[in-house]
Each structure stands twice: as structure tokens, then as C-alpha cells.
């Protein structure tokens, strides 16, 4: 478990989750900066039906698309969308 540093003389508190939607499915991470596999790989641990030879995109505004390589980190924010795709998927 991962604590948050606090002004002198507060107590610390425990780093709150994240949860995030990789193909419309809500995925919780534990930390707040993962990688491009780690989040295929946390996905597939919590039941979306993906591979970790998929690529990774960020769902941005307005419909964009940004691809997360395996090795990027990413931090993670709450209500953030990913879309993981089969290699021969052409859409």
C-alpha cells in the first residue's frame, strides 16, 4: 500500500485508488502512473477480453486517439478511457 506524504504533524493517509475504462470496462489500479503492458496486462487480470499483444490507445476529446507503447508510463487519472485493439483490426 502506498502512503501520501502530509504536512509536519498530520498523519499519513493511504493513496487512494484509481479506476479507469479499458474497452468500457472499469479497471481499478492501485498506483497512479503505469505502463502501457501494465495496464493490458491489469485489464486482462480483471476480465476484458484482451491480449497483451494489443495496442493501446488513450481516448481523448472529441474522439482522438493517442497509442500507449508498452514501455510508456502513463499517469492515470480517474474517469480515463483506453481502447485496446487487435493487431488486425483495422478501425
Known amino acids: 500500500m502506498s502512503v501520501e506524504v502530509n504536512k509536519v504533524g498530520e498523519q499519513p493517509k493511504a493513496a487512494k485508488d484509481v479506476t479507469v475504462t479499458v474497452n468500457g470496462r472499469p479497471i481499478t489500479f492501485t498506483d497512479h502512473k503505469a505502463t502501457g503492458l501494465e495496464i493490458k496486462t491489469t485489464?486482462?487480470?480483471?476480465?476484458?477480453?484482451?491480449?497483451?499483444?494489443?495496442?493501446?490507445?488513450?481516448?481523448?476529446?472529441?474522439?482522438?486517439?493517442?497509442?500507449?507503447?508498452?514501455?510508456?508510463?502513463?499517469?492515470?487519472?480517474?474517469?480515463?478511457?483506453?481502447?485496446?485493439?487487435?493487431?488486425?483490426?483495422?478501425?
Open 43 to 91: 485489464a486482462i487480470n480483471q476480465g476484458v477480453p484482451i491480449q497483451t499483444d494489443f495496442a493501446l490507445f488513450e481516448v481523448k476529446g472529441g474522439g482522438h486517439l493517442k497509442q500507449i507503447g508498452d514501455h510508456e508510463t502513463v499517469t492515470l487519472n480517474k474517469n480515463q478511457a483506453f481502447r485496446a485493439v487487435a493487431p488486425d483490426d483495422n478501425s
